[in-house]
C-alpha cells in the first residue's frame, strides 16, 4: 500500500502595482513606458495652456494633465506601474517598492520623455506664424513666483505649495495601489482626478506641476 507523498504549494508572488496579472516586464519595456507616458502628460500639460494663449482660467490646462494622467495609467501602467513623475518614483522608493537602480533608471525615462514631449511642441511652435518669439510664449507656461506669478506668490509660498501638491500625490497613487487596496482597479481614475484637482491650484499660484 502506497502513502501520498506532500505536496508543497510555492506562495504565488505577489502582482506588482499597477500589474494585477502579476507580470514583471523587462526594465527596458518599463522604461519606455515611463517616457511615453512622460511625453504624453508634457505635451498635454503644456500644450493646452501654450496654444491657448491668452489664457486666463487654469481649468483646461489642469482637465488635460489629468486625464493625460490617467489615460497613460490605462495605456502603460501595468507595464512600469505608472509613474510618470519623478516624486511618485521616489514615493515608491522610500516604500519599498521599487529598487533605486530602478528608480533611477525611471527618473531618466521620466526625465527624457519630458524632454522629447517640450521639444515636439517647441518644434511646434516654430512653425507657427503667428507667434514670433518661442521663449516668451513657454514662458507663460513655466512654473514661476514673485512677476512670474499669477498672483505674485514669493518664492517660500510656491515652493509650499509644490512640495505638499507633490506629497499628496504620491501620498494619493501609494494609497490606490497599495496591495491591500480592494479597489486597485480606479487607481488610474484616482490618481488623475487627484492631479487635475491639484493642478488646479498650483496653475493659479505660479505654475506649480507638482511634477519635478
Do not use: C, W
Not at 50 to 76: D, E, K, R
Not at 86 to 100: E, F, K, N, Q
Not at 187 to 203: N, R, S
Amino acid at each position: 500500500m502506497t502513502m501520498p507523498l506532500p505536496v508543497h504549494h510555492e506562495p504565488a508572488p505577489a502582482p506588482a502595482a499597477g500589474n494585477p496579472a502579476g507580470v514583471r516586464h523587462g526594465l527596458a519595456a518599463r522604461l519606455s513606458a515611463e517616457a511615453f507616458g512622460s511625453l504624453f502628460l508634457v505635451v498635454a500639460g503644456l500644450g493646452v495652456p501654450l496654444f491657448s494663449i491668452p489664457q486666463s482660467s487654469p481649468l483646461p490646462a489642469a482637465l488635460a494633465a489629468g486625464l493625460a494622467v490617467t489615460a497613460a495609467m490605462l495605456a502603460v501602467g501595468y507595464v512600469s506601474g505608472g509613474h510618470f513623475n519623478p516624486a511618485v518614483t521616489v514615493g515608491h522608493a522610500v516604500a519599498g517598492r521599487i529598487r533605486l537602480a530602478d528608480a533611477a533608471a525611471y527618473i531618466g525615462a521620466q526625465l527624457v520623455g519630458g524632454l522629447l514631449g517640450a521639444l515636439a511642441l517647441f518644434g511646434i511652435l516654430r512653425t507657427l506664424p503667428g507667434i514670433q518669439d518661442s521663449r516668451t510664449a513657454f514662458d507663460t507656461v513655466t512654473a514661476g513666483f514673485g512677476e512670474h506669478s499669477i498672483i505674485q506668490a514669493p518664492l517660500a509660498a510656491v515652493l509650499l505649495l509644490e512640495v505638499l501638491g507633490a506629497a499628496i500625490l504620491v501620498a494619493v497613487f501609494l494609497g490606490t495601489t497599495h496591495d491591500k487596496n480592494n479597489n486597485k482597479a480606479s487607481a488610474a481614475v484616482a490618481v488623475g482626478l487627484a492631479f487635475a484637482v491639484l493642478l488646479q491650484l498650483g496653475l493659479s499660484v505660479g505654475n506649480a506641476p507638482f511634477n519635478p
